[in-house]
């Protein structure tokens, strides 16, 4: 059993910058793939990022490729996403999410263990 939870979000101005922070309860946190996705009201959950079980590769959306980063802390059982140039339609609550499968990151069926998400909002 992964217990995630997301941290950081709020309100930012369009431009400006957040980055979220997921922690994880995992024994062996460095066994599960881990995964940014977003929902904005009336509309479907959606990939954002994703980063390998080392953090050697990562996997962005096109929407948000060259303004987020997903990195992390495997001896601090963390996750981030850094979120620069931030648009009004980034606007959703982000949610942290683990997997031990090493395919299909994009996909959100094939995660795991999700946390509670926190709120991104854009004003513009």
């Known amino acids: 059993q992964v217990q995630l939870v997301e941290s950081g979000g709020g309100l930012v101005q369009a431009g400006g910058s957040l980055r979220l922070s997921c922690a994880a309860s995992a024994r062996t946190f460095s066994g599960y793939v881990m995964g940014w996705f977003r929902q904005a009201p009336g509309k479907e959950r959606e990939f954002v990022a994703a980063?390998?079980?080392?953090?050697?590769?990562?996997f962005y959306s096109d929407s948000v490729k060259g303004r987020f980063t997903i990195s992390r802390d495997n001896a601090k059982n963390m996750v981030y996403l850094q979120m620069n140039s931030l648009k009004p339609e980034d606007t959703a609550i982000y949610y942290c999410?683990?997997?031990?499968?090493?395919?299909?990151?994009?996909?959100?069926?094939?995660?795991?263990?999700w946390g509670q998400g926190t709120q991104v909002t854009v004003s513009s």
């Open positions: 999410a683990a997997k031990t499968g090493g395919s299909y990151y994009y996909r959100s069926g094939t995660y795991d263990y």
């Open positions: 980063i390998t079980w080392s953090g050697g590769s990562t």
